[in-house]
């Protein structure tokens, strides 16, 4: 979340006071490079011992495709020095993700340290990558919407993102979905299992915003962070005693199929007759 607050001041600033390099460059490594992976990693961690930790390993080989996909295209166009930085890239994903994967299945318990390993050595790598880009400024805004986009920054460092974004948005997405079911599953805590659907909408909302504005599609970006953090947010309510202490008794209520406020009144007349 600190990373997620740092994207946002930066955003915030720029658009106030206007945007220089450095508020750039903050917003792209804390917002791109840091927050969707670090939200991931706490997933792994949580659910560390119930084979997550594999899927967590397919999360960073789907973010590897990206680069995979680059490093065909300059191939064809004939560009070594670029396809062979793509495809270094893409073996290192995937390396990784062969990794975690193996430690999840011989020692589950040990997949998040092993996670938060390859998550310092690829976020530390991204940044520096990042911070010492060369930045277009006239690409650092949509000149229709005027919201920040990753355009300004080479191909080959946009190149490091993906399995970082990638993966942790899917780790923090299913990893509230598999929580949520759980509880539901086990008819136990139904508000948790409305808290955690909330907290995956929030994770998935924002993400697919945020690949849209990859693609050059930032009309919708602002309004998919005010829907995740409004989801989040929300999430963190439904799980709290002092809000599911009222709503309990309507959860039940559907669960059951009765009226809560018919029940209501029923207490209230036995408990007027017991007077």
Same mark, same amino acid.
């Given at each position: ?11 915030? *600033?720029? &658009? ?6 450095? *508020?750039?460059? /903050?917003?792209?490594?804390? %917002?791109? +490079? ?29 973010? #590897? ?14 560009? &070594? ?17 062969? @990794?975690?994967?193996? @430690? ?6 040990? #997949?998040?340290?092993?996670?938060? *390993?390859?998550? @310092? ?36 460092? $946009? ?6 974004? *990638? ?12 929580? %949520? ?6 008819? $136990?805590?139904?508000?948790?299992? @409305?808290?955690?659907? =909330? ?9 697919? /915003?945020?690949?849209?504005? !990859? ?10 962070? =005010?829907?995740? +953090? ?9 799980? $709290? ?6 709503? !309990? ?7 059951? %199929? !009765?009226?809560? %406020?018919? &029940? ?6 036995? /408990? $007027? #007759?017991?007077?």
């Amino acid at each position: 979340m600190v990373w997620y607050g740092l994207a946002s001041g930066a955003d915030a *600033i720029g &658009q106030a006071w206007g945007w220089s390099e450095a *508020i750039y460059r /903050t917003w792209y490594v804390a %917002g791109a +490079v840091m927050a969707a992976a670090w939200l991931g990693l706490g997933e792994v961690y949580l659910l560390r011992t119930t084979g997550y930790g594999e899927f967590a390993a397919a999360g960073i080989f789907l973010g #590897s495709i990206p680069a995979v996909y680059r490093a065909g295209k300059l191939l064809q166009a004939g560009e &070594q020095t670029g396809m062979e930085a793509a495809m270094a890239l893409a073996f290192a994903g995937i390396g990784a993700s062969v @990794v975690l994967g193996f @430690v999840a299945w011989e020692w589950p318990e040990w #997949s998040g340290h092993a996670a938060l *390993i390859a998550l @310092v050595a690829g976020s530390g790598y991204a940044a520096f990558q990042v911070l010492g880009a060369p930045v277009t400024y006239a690409e650092m805004l949509d000149p229709l919407t005027g919201v920040p986009q990753g355009a300004a920054l080479p191909p080959e460092v $946009r190149m490091l993102t993906p399995m970082l974004n *990638i993966g942790g948005a899917l780790m923090l997405f299913f990893g509230a979905f598999h929580s %949520g079911w759980a509880y539901w599953r086990e008819g $136990r805590n139904a508000e948790r299992a @409305v808290s955690n659907l =909330f907290i995956a909408l929030g994770a998935l909302t924002p993400s697919i /915003t945020g690949s849209l504005n !990859r693609w050059g599609l930032t009309t919708s970006f602002y309004l998919g962070e =005010f829907l995740g +953090v409004l989801f989040i947010f929300a999430g963190f309510l439904a799980s $709290r005693e002092v809000i599911t202490r009222r709503g !309990r008794s309507l959860i039940a209520s559907f669960a059951t %199929g !009765r009226n809560p %406020g018919h &029940q209501t009144k029923i207490a209230s007349s036995e /408990t $007027r #007759s017991r007077r």
